[in-house]
């Protein structure tokens, strides 16, 4: 039982390693380029679709759905993003089912990657919805004491959406480790399937966090009326 995907080494040369990370991450980051791409080669307008094309808007207006609910205004502006990183997430859950399979997020670098995409796209967002101008003096605000103690709230936050999930897949991988070597098979079958419904709830609370961190960053602060 490896406690995380970097342990399990592929290739070696000198200071380069080829681990399950690396090669988990880039073939999850395959599958859903080359799926995109076949679903959405032959999108139908009419009434009559395939099945391919009817769960993919399913998908899609789900997470355009959420991501309005969250309070930002044009859903489909943040869809790309939002939507790249709860399906990393969550497939990177489902393919535990395969035999072999390590889930990059069991790394924390992967996480910690993850979060500083979060990190970056916040004030670029935030930039792009209020201006540069109105994106800094939201960091002193309502003063310019605040300025040191928002800037560690950004980095913090970083850390915590990188250790949460981190902590909660890699858990539930040794749980599961741990439960085939001691126990039945039928036992660790059941724990499999609560694994995939807690990476399934991962995935959405890291979309759903990312989410609101942009919609605070894009929103626009209204002028104080005059007395």
């Known amino acids: 039982m490896h406690l995380s995907p970097d342990e399990m080494i592929f290739w070696q040369y000198g200071f380069f390693k080829l681990n399950a990370t690396i090669v988990f991450t880039w073939g999850l980051m395959l599958v ?19 099945r391919w094309q009817n769960l993919l808007e399913v998908v899609v ?8 609910e969250v309070g930002l205004r044009e859903p489909r502006k943040y869809l790309g993003f939002l939507g790249t990183l709860f399906l990393f997430v969550a497939l990177s859950a489902l393919c535990t089912v395969f035999p072999g399979f390590e889930p990059p997020t069991g790394s924390l670098s992967t996480t910690l990657a993850l979060a500083l995409c979060v990190l970056v796209a916040v004030p670029l967002f935030g930039i792009e919805g209020q201006g540069l101008r ?26 915590a959406l990188a250790v949460r999930l981190f902590g909660n ?7 599961l480790g741990i439960l085939l070597s ?6 660790p079958v059941v ?15 890291f979309f759903i966090l990312a989410a ?6 894009t929103q626009i602060r209204q002028p104080k009326s005059a007395p």
């Not at 207006?61 to 309005?68: A, C």
């Not at 897949?169 to 749980?175: E, F, K, R, T, W």
């Open 134 to 159: 109105g994106h800094l003096q939201s960091y002193i605000e309502p003063t310019v004491i605040m300025l040191p103690f928002n800037l560690i709230s950004e980095v913090s936050r970083t850390l």
């Open 32 to 50: 859903l380029v080359v799926g995109s791409m076949l679903v959405t080669r032959r999108l139908s307008k009419g009434l009559k679709r395939s």
């Open 191 to 205: 724990m499999t399937v609560l694994g995939l419904l807690t990476g399934m709830v991962q995935a959405y609370i």
């Open 61 to 68: 207006t789900t997470i355009e759905k959420q991501i309005g």
């Open 212 to 217: 609101v961190y942009i919609a605070a960053a």
């Open 169 to 175: 897949m890699m858990s539930g991988a040794m749980i």
């Open 182 to 187: 001691i126990t039945p098979l039928v036992f």
